[in-house]
């Protein structure tokens, strides 16, 4: 019959609780947090669920109810990369993996179960696979449709399988709140429709009626006639590249030129999928296992030849560790028995396109300061970029050449007290203690009302001829006795130097420190 909705298949979904919370803390999450967005409580872990903290709750509520609630930012691209792994394991078991999101796995479960013999014993063999790699919190519901198969996941210890034909009875009970719907849920609750036994009884009809082809979707679910077809991912191409030595070279020359050829031939996998790398991990295994890992990020693509670079600078910061002292080229460390270069991030290549005019001279600049880099190193050659915060040296952040500058500090975030545009053009880090001084050679301070007890008059025994302030700076910090409080004065000496100073508080007195200066 025309239009008619195809009836549900059977379906395995892996649930992996507090996703969000593991991938930004790891395995040994054990304090209380939580991952914020749009102000609202997203995912908390166990500690803070003990303490009442909920998913929904506003970020006030939360930390009414937690003061130690450690907060941390949304980030579903940082959950997507480390799902990327687990997401491996299971296709390794069984292909054809769908993710919903990050954290929830789908799966059909007519191949897996024939192979084991049984949708329990399935769900037992996937549960036992992934406990082993780390996973033992993994949640395995096995139903007729998605809809029904998550919730199943979400109700089991470890593995829960709704028999076939059973979804409506097994939804029945739950509470509508379920369909994470929250417009239709309040209205529902209004009309007193509480489980979604009760919402499935309205009928398809009287639904779509009220709500559309909504409605007629809602109900659908409720009744336990999910029809949503497993969609796998496509399978991602083998784009890392390894390569393994007979006997253990320890001169980082030896290794970088052995690894060209696979640098290669990333390079070359990545150009066959129209795809170039912003985001690489370089593993260096050692003559006793070890493994030393870095992630290394690039502002557009990598080239081989910056693949070997970040293998040799890896190298030199490996023998720095394990020498305590300066690598140089013909330095040797432990022998290295493997390497291996694995893109983390890809990119469409037609996004990293050549323009045709006007590209010449910063391919040139680029080339030019790349190779000063490989001659002096990795952090030889470094490039600066405005962070958030109140100080001069905190909102200063040095990047190596070639690496994405990624801000450890918001600067769109408000910064109250911040230093406004313009900064200085030179910045002490850490500040520089100075003496300012007033006409009859005493020392300038500030008093409880933050006021100037004198008028600058010199500071480092340089006349001053101009000055401006002073200004508040307030900031309560995390760590124990962490308040900075100081006020800060712009000063134009006789020799036409326009300097940043800070006054902070003393046992013994005030002090003076330069910030930076303006050029």
């Known amino acids: 019959m025309s239009g008619e909705v195809p009836a549900p298949v059977r379906v395995i979904v892996l649930w992996f609780p507090d996703w969000p919370l593991r991938a930004a803390l790891g395995a040994d999450a054990a304090e209380p947090a939580a991952i914020l967005h749009a102000n609202r409580v997203q995912a908390c872990s166990a500690a ?57 796995a789908l799966l059909r479960a007519r191949g897996v179960s024939r192979y084991h013999g049984g949708e329990a014993e399935a769900g037992l063999a996937l549960h036992a696979l992934l406990a082993d790699q780390g996973h033992p919190e993994v949640r395995i519901g096995v139903a007729d449709g998605p809809f029904t198969a998550e919730l199943a996941a979400r109700g089991a210890d470890p593995v829960l399988v709704v028999a076939e034909g059973e ?16 417009e239709v849920t309040a209205l529902l609750l209004r009309l007193g429709i509480r489980t979604l036994g009760e919402l499935a009884a309205l009928g398809a009809t009287r639904l779509a009626e009220r709500f559309g082809e909504r409605g007629a979707r809602l109900h659908r679910l409720a009744a336990g006639a999910d029809s949503r077809p497993v969609v796998p991912r496509p399978v991602d191409p083998e784009l890392a590249a390894e390569i393994e030595f007979d006997s253990p070279l320890g001169q980082s020359d030896q290794i970088a ?6 640098a290669d031939r990333v390079v070359l996998a990545l150009a066959d999928a129209s795809l170039v790398c912003t985001e690489v991990r370089i593993d260096l295994t050692d003559d006793d296992e070890g493994v030393a890992s870095r992630t290394w990020l690039h502002p557009t693509c990598f080239e081989a030849t910056d693949l070997v670079d970040r293998v040799r600078w890896q190298l030199e910061a490996l023998a720095q560790a394990q020498t305590g002292k300066e690598a140089d080229e013909a330095h040797r460390f432990r022998g290295i028995v493997r390497v291996r270069i694995a893109p983390i991030a890809v990119d469409d290549a037609a996004h990293h396109q050549p323009g045709l005019f006007g590209s ?52 769109g975030q408000p910064w109250p007290g911040r230093l406004p545009d313009p900064l200085p053009g030179e910045v002490f880090a850490p500040p520089r203690r100075v003496a300012v001084t007033a006409a009859d050679g005493s020392p300038v301070d500030v008093d409880d009302r933050g006021l100037l007890t004198a008028d600058p008059a010199a500071i480092e025994d340089c006349p001053v001829r101009h000055w401006a302030g002073p200004w508040p700076l307030r900031e309560r910090r995390g760590e124990p006795g962490g308040i900075l409080r100081g006020e800060r004065l712009q000063l134009v000496d006789a020799q036409e130097r326009a300097w940043l100073v800070l006054h902070t508080p003393g046992d013994d007195g005030g002090h003076w420190w330069a910030e930076g200066r303006y050029h």
């Open 48 to 104: 803070a669920r003990a303490q009442g903290v909920r998913i929904g709750q506003r970020r006030r509520e939360a930390q009414g109810l937690v003061p130690d609630l450690r907060i941390l930012p949304a980030d579903p691209a940082r959950d997507e990369r480390a799902f990327l792994p687990v997401l491996r394991l299971i296709e390794g078991h069984s292909p054809g993996a769908q993710v919903l999101r990050p954290g929830l």
């Open 167 to 182: 979804a409506a009875a097994f939804l029945s009970p739950l509470p509508v709140q379920a369909l994470r719907d929250e």
């Open 257 to 262: 030129f052995a690894v060209r050829q696979s």
């Open 360 to 411: 010449g001279t910063d391919d040139r600049l680029h080339h030019a300061i790349s190779r000063v880099q490989t001659l002096l190193g990795h952090e030889g050659v470094l490039t600066a970029v405005v962070a958030g915060g109140r100080l001069a040296a905190e909102r200063q952040q040095l990047t190596p050449w070639g690496e994405r500058a990624v801000p450890l500090r918001a600067a």
